[in-house]
């Protein structure tokens, strides 16, 4: 069996594989399995950090995303789950209210399941998102305007914010990049994180639908802590702990 306490690059190698497979890591197991002291573990923590493997948090440590692609790369990516999920968040959505509908591939994969018989008062800041629900007959359209950002596909600055402040939603559909029960929703871009954080204050159930890849992990901004998520939609693979961790902060999972 390899001597762990003597070869530092080897042990951090293994917490990387660890990170990448199973998204977080915990000090505890770690020194258990590698037969090391948990200062040891936590000093290879610190050194994977500064490299942007991962955010340490309290007992671990959570796998880090790399910046997001661009929205019309994410477009392509993983859509058969994507179509699931969003098809499981516009069953959610209640005739004759006013919801948010964010910028994000899924939130755009769940405006074509959308039934052509609901009434509904739709906001986005997403042109696309905008311009297929202008294809439902009693979907009444609200876009918030301003620059668009591109790596998100919506508009997130002053103008946007300020047309936001003079509605409020039954619902609103957020998208994000990562999602951990330690940290919350998070997301690679400020600005558009910032965004969010205004829609989920003016709106009365918030609803986030994320592909497995993106549960656990954490990107860069916060978005929201996990008490301020109303249900969680989510592929059914997710493992018992993080279903556990979530539900515990007053998240409701509902899996496809």
Not at 28 to 49: C, I, N, P
Not at 109 to 133: R, W
């Amino acid at each position: 069996m390899l001597d762990y306490a003597a070869f530092p690059e080897q042990r951090q190698d293994l917490i990387r594989q660890i990170l990448r497979d199973q998204g977080r890591v915990i000090c505890a197991d770690l020194a258990r399995q590698m037969q090391v002291s948990e200062h040891t573990v936590r000093r290879d923590l610190h050194e994977l950090s500064k490299e942007g493997i991962c955010k340490k948090v309290y007992g671990g440590a959570v796998l880090q995303l790399a910046d997001a692609q661009t929205f019309a790369i994410r477009k392509q990516h993983d859509q058969p789950s994507k179509n699931m999920i969003a098809q499981k968040c516009a069953s959610l959505i209640k005739n004759e209210s006013c919801i948010f509908i964010d910028a994000g591939t899924t939130n755009l994969a769940m405006t074509l399941a959308l039934p052509e018989t609901f009434t509904l008062t739709a906001v986005t800041n997403a042109p696309d998102i905008a311009a297929s629900l202008l294809k439902h007959p009693n979907i009444d359209v609200i876009m918030l305007g301003g620059r668009i950002e591109k790596n998100s596909g919506g508009c997130v600055g002053s103008t946007a914010l300020a047309q936001l402040k003079n509605i409020l939603f039954d619902q609103a559909f957020i998208g994000g990049c990562a999602m951990s029960p330690e940290s919350g929703l998070t997301g690679f871009n400020f600005d558009d994180c910032e965004f969010k954080k205004a829609v989920i204050a003016q709106s009365s159930q918030t609803i986030v639908g994320l592909t497995a890849e993106k549960i656990p992990a954490i990107a860069r901004f916060s978005v929201a802590r996990c008490e301020d998520i109303d249900i969680l939609i989510v592929e059914e693979q997710l493992d018992k702990d993080f279903y556990n961790a979530f539900t515990a902060e007053n998240v409701t999972i509902l899996t496809i």
